[in-house]
């Protein structure tokens, strides 16, 4: 894994950028002041040129011979030229190199290079009049042909010197646009880094997360601010129930204790009979019987709380009821009830162990049969609807009260508070229920009528 | 002396009760739930509350906070599973007079019961003591001018609750509230049979008669020389 940047990364396309637009500009100066500079040299060799024709046609030879008037007509040093007359002949030249003056096809602008010297070259026809006296003013018409060569090198000279002040110019502003691009980025960020160090500061003790003003007034930050404080809001409300099951949890476990203590000590307080010493310890051991039912219950439901995978293995719904259903008919004839299954449709597959269904079934029956008066009936089934499987364990007895039914599946909730009653419980049986279906990817549901009876209906996803 | 204990946990309610009957031998009376608890606290002066916290339909702290706003004044001994600093804080900043972290020792809870009553009553010694009579609570021993008197159980309790209003008329009626319970069945010819033994016994030590017989009032603690003024 390596660092990005973000802010470099813009950086870096920014400027890259900027640096091409500098560059095209710089070229595009460049190419157009050459072809100015180009055209204004070409004047200039014209006009060069001319006035060497103008010399030519000024000289005075008492042969009438094509000369160069060389007082009209001084050369730039570098300069190179020729005249020719039309057969070819040299009249006149330059005194350097002449190979790049050399006559050429026609007349027109053209280039040449000696060696590492580039000349820009004009070949021209001109007409060389001589009016003689004896003529009685009919001139003598003698062509000539001039080629004039400029070194055309100093161009590129005049073209850097001329653009040089855009280049500069560009790289100027380049950099100072990087200065700013980067002051521009650590400034905007700031709200961000105000967020982060809101972030960091969210104590595990309050869980309470407000974010910094400028993070909430920054279009582009609100979101995460928005996300973070929702997710802080909901580790919240999970510590809080956790917190408040282990505060329910310890006051449950020392009333227990304190129970056994209690009974102990009551029975220590004097000195008793035999037969009151037996049923005082018979006293303690219920007591203790309690504590150790509490204890496995908060074990259980802890056990699957904790689960953060779901269930790994597939149980047949309907074989499970029966077996499960079978195990408890004991305990439902002792108390007078009948317990049976019934519209059990088999290969029903849920996802599910068979120690969390056998929790789940025996919790429910358990209950359904302690709520039941002797001689009615528990009725247990298993039906697919769709693609749900729904497990429902039916009862005839008191049923609970509307005001209760919304908090049945509260940790420790009991709806009769005198909790040594036999159908009391720890108030944890359903709270279990809830959480091993939750586990098993599906839902609880209870309905209920005060006098009519109870059902619990549990829904999971058929695979 | 009479106790109100408010616990929903049975078992634990009627361990309470034995003992402090038992040790004691005050009237005790339960109560399951913090509405309960609430309506009898209205119904009888109780000597003494002992209040669990958690409790079904009115949280302990709220009953504890909704008598001390209606100016109840019964001292009260709060039964807490939560031993936290900040707890124990709030809960005496609203009107707990002790508080006990459950698992309790019970004998411990019966001597802080007894103590809360004295200082709920102004005492500020173990020791009752009115013209020439000490009464020991703890170790139930009454003693006239250093001898010591047999007394049945009621007639301790009738002398006890009169020493701690001495020199002021109680009514059978304030007897009865507050040495039976609402199991008991109330009839105040027993109150009358007690007293009058009551008074017998301590003639014959103290050679006075010190509880003196408001006829149709009730009864008052009084030395000899301030029945004759």
Known sequence: MTDHSLIRRATIVVLGIELVCALALALTAIWHERLARLHALDVALKGRSDSLIGAVQDAEDPQDNVTVNAEEFSPMPDDEYAVYNPDGKTVSTSQGDLSAVALGQQDEFRNYRVGRRPYRVLQQHAMRIIDRFETKGVGLRRPVIVVYAVRSDRVWHEVMGATRFYVFLSLGSLSISAVVLIVLARRLLLPLNALARAASSIQPSTLQFDPPVSAITTTELRPLAEALTQTTARL???????????????????????????????????????????????????????????????????????????????????????????????????????????????????????????????????????????????????????????????????????????????????????????????????????????????????????????????????? | MRVLVVEDELRLAENIATALRDGPGFAVDRSDNGEDALLACEAVDYDLLILDLMLPKIHGSKVLQLLRTRGCATPVLVLTAVSEVKS??????????????????????????????????????????????????????????????????????????????????????????????????????????????????????????????????????SAQDEVAL
């Not at chain 1, 005082?280 to 496995?296: A, K």
Request: glycine letters at 8%; hydrophobic letters at 40%.
């Open chain 2, 88 to 221: 124990t804080i709030d809960l005496l900043n609203l009107g707990a007079d002790d508080y006990m972290t459950k698992p309790f020792d019970l004998g411990e809870l019966v001597a802080r019961s007894r103590a809360l009553i004295r200082r709920g009553k102004g005492v500020k010694q173990p020791l009752l003591i009115f013209a020439g009579l000490v009464l020991d609570s703890a170790s139930q021993i009454v003693k006239a001018n250093g001898h010591e008197i047999e007394l049945s159980p009621t007639e301790f309790r009738i002398l006890e609750y009169l020493m701690y209003h001495p020199k002021k008329v109680i009514s059978k009626r304030e007897l009865l509230e507050h040495l039976y319970d609402f199991a008991w069945e109330h009839h105040s010819n027993v109150i009358e049979a007690h007293v009058s033994n009551l008074r017998r016994k301590l003639r014959v030590s103290l050679e006075q008669t010190i509880v003196e017989n408001m006829r149709g009032r009730g009864y008052r603690l």
């Open chain 1, 236 to 463: 919240r409300g999970a510590f809080e129930s956790q917190r408040r099951f282990i505060s329910d949890g310890a006051h449950e476990l020392k009333t227990a204790v304190a129970v056994v203590r209690s009974t102990i000590q009551v029975l220590g307080m004097r000195t008793r009979s035999e037969d009151e010493y037996r049923d005082g310890l018979e006293r303690v051991l219920n007591d203790h019987q309690r504590v150790e039912d509490l204890v496995s219950r908060m074990l259980t439901l802890a056990r699957f709380d904790e689960m953060t995978t779901a269930f790994e293995c597939d149980i047949d719904l309907c074989e499970g009821i029966g077996e499960i259903v079978g195990n408890l008919a004991a305990y439902a004839e002792a108390n007078g009830i009948r317990l049976s299954t019934k519209d059990c449709s088999p290969g029903l597959k849920i996802r599910m162990s068979r120690e969390a269904l056998e929790t789940l079934v025996s919790n429910l029956v358990m209950n359904a049969v302690q709520h039941s008066p002797r001689g009615s009936e528990v009725l247990v089934s298993a039906q697919a609807e769709g693609q749900t499987a729904t497990l429902e364990v039916r009862d005839f007895g008191e049923g609970i009260s509307q005001e209760n039914l919304p908090r049945v599946f509260e940790r420790f909730f009991r709806e009769d508070p005198s909790r040594s009653r036999q159908t009391g419980g720890a108030g944890l049986g359903l709270a279990i229920c809830k959480s091993i279906a939750e586990k098993g990817g599906g839902s609880i549901e209870i309905h209920s009528r005060k006098g009519s009876g109870t059902t619990v209906i549990a829904g999971f996803p058929c695979i």
